[in-house]
């Protein structure tokens, strides 16, 4: 507790994005390989933590490239985790 009074508040407010948001950066194909009905279900489970994007098959692919870095940073900032050999690979 000696560093207590050198601790400043950081009083920044963390804003996460919508669903519609996440949704606006996936492939939109509605292919259901991620067991969902479609991508924006798929969003909402996946801002709820309910989904993991390793499961979106599309954005893996060469044809997504773009949006699955967009991706992988949106859910870094969320606080998820995608192992980084599955990056790699994909």
Known sequence: MENKDSIVPNYERKVS???LDIY???P???CKQCSETTCLAFAVKLLLGEQNII???PLF???Y???KRIMLNIVE???YEVPED???KH
């Open 17 to 19: 994005p919508a669903a």
């Open 24 to 26: 606006s950066w996936l």
């Open 55 to 57: 499961n979106c098959k």
């Open 77 to 79: 900032a969320l606080g």
């Open 86 to 88: 599955f990056e790699e």
């Open 61 to 63: 692919t060469k044809r």
């Open 65 to 67: 490239e773009d949006k």
């Open 28 to 30: 939109k194909t509605n």
